[in-house]
C-alpha cells in the first residue's frame, strides 16, 4: 500500500512539469525503488504506477515515458 501511494504520488508531482516555464514547481527524485521478496508485487505495482502515470499525462498532452528496471 505504501509502495503504491508513493508512486502514484510521484507520478503525479513528475507530470506537474511546466512546460512554458521549463521546469518542474517540486522537487522530486524521479526514482522509486521497491525492495521485496520475489512474487511480492514489486515490478506488477511499478507497471501499474507507471501505466497510472502515462494515462494522466495523455490525459492532459503531456508527452510522457517511464522505465521500469528489473
Same mark, same amino acid.
Given at each position: $500500500?505504501?509502495?503504491? !501511494?508513493?508512486?502514484?504520488? @510521484?507520478? /503525479?508531482? *513528475?507530470?506537474?512539469y511546466?512546460?512554458?516555464? !521549463? /521546469?518542474?514547481?517540486? %522537487?522530486?527524485n524521479?526514482v +522509486?525503488?521497491g @525492495?521485496? !521478496?520475489?512474487?511480492?508485487?514489486?515490478?506488477?505495482?511499478?507497471?501499474?504506477?507507471?501505466n $497510472?502515470? @502515462? $494515462?494522466?499525462? %495523455?490525459? !492532459? $498532452? *503531456?508527452?510522457? %515515458?517511464? +522505465? *521500469?528496471? %528489473?
Amino acid at each position: $500500500d505504501e509502495y503504491l !501511494r508513493a508512486g502514484l504520488r @510521484l507520478a /503525479r508531482d *513528475v507530470a506537474g512539469y511546466d512546460f512554458a516555464l !521549463r /521546469r518542474n514547481p517540486k %522537487r522530486i527524485n524521479p526514482v +522509486l525503488f521497491g @525492495l521485496g !521478496r520475489p512474487g511480492c508485487g514489486k515490478t506488477v505495482t511499478a507497471h501499474a504506477i507507471g501505466n $497510472d502515470f @502515462l $494515462d494522466y499525462c %495523455r490525459a !492532459r $498532452d *503531456v508527452p510522457a %515515458r517511464f +522505465l *521500469v528496471v %528489473r
